[in-house]
């Protein structure tokens, strides 16, 4: 395989529910300040050209990287694989909620992060297999630098794995919202050169997909992670 630089970024803020949460596939919108955050990363990742741009089917995702790219003609290619983790009945509630509600599964999913399953939801076991996949699936058929607007548990994966950790030492990672990390990807090994980096955000007035302010805007009708 040549050597293929991923531009790895996490979508840019939502709009807050509830305070901290599981926010799985659940359909969130960006935040104004999401907006910018795109922007910023759009401004930063100017220089360079793509030969592949990925992104889930998240509305979240999808529309931070319609930001990113604004006029450049690459394709976009959406792929459920990339979607956020499936956290199941527990999508879209706090953590407060989850631990008065259901103690046990609480702790347990503490315990074992990477095997432990909400009811209908994923482990990150089940999340790294499908996304895993896609990237051994896709990865030898690119060249040059390739862009993936992802999600926070989807971004940890990918850094575990180029970085040869366990899963259970995914949130040690830092993924905030709008970062960007860049993996190399060549044929021996993987390298990360670049970890959260978030670039500087300055007001922006008009998203170039036509959407001004965050609740103008209306989800496709679908998902984020903890």
């Known amino acids: 395989m040549n050597a293929v630089h991923l531009y790895l970024v996490r979508h840019s803020a939502v709009i807050a529910g509830k305070g901290k949460g599981f926010i799985g596939q659940t359909e969130s919108l960006l935040s104004d300040h999401g907006v910018e955050q795109a922007w910023a990363v759009r401004d930063w990742i100017q220089p360079y050209d793509f030969t592949r741009v990925w992104c889930s089917d998240l509305t979240r995702s999808l529309r931070t990287v319609k930001i990113i790219l604004g006029s450049r003609t690459a394709p976009i290619e959406v792929h ?20 008065a509600k259901y103690p046990e599964e609480f702790r347990a999913r503490g315990a074992d992060i990477e095997h432990w399953r909400p009811p209908g939801g994923e482990s990150f076991a089940d999340c790294r297999q499908r996304v895993i996949g896609f990237l051994d699936r896709e990865l030898p058929t690119c060249e040059g630098n390739v862009l993936l607007v992802g999600h926070a548990g989807v971004n940890r994966l990918i850094l575990c794995e180029a970085l040869g950790l366990p899963i259970p030492n995914l949130m040690h990672i830092a993924q905030d919202y709008g970062c960007v990390n860049i993996v190399e990807f060549g044929p021996e090994r993987a390298r990360v050169r670049l970890l959260n980096f978030v670039p500087p ?24 992670t903890v």
């Open 80 to 99: 459920p694989e990339l979607r956020e983790i499936s956290l199941g009945a527990w999508d879209g509630f706090s953590f407060h909620e989850i631990e």
């Open 201 to 224: 955000t300055s007001p922006k007035p008009v998203d170039p997909g036509g959407v001004k302010e965050a609740k103008d805007f209306r989800p496709l009708t679908h998902a984020e």
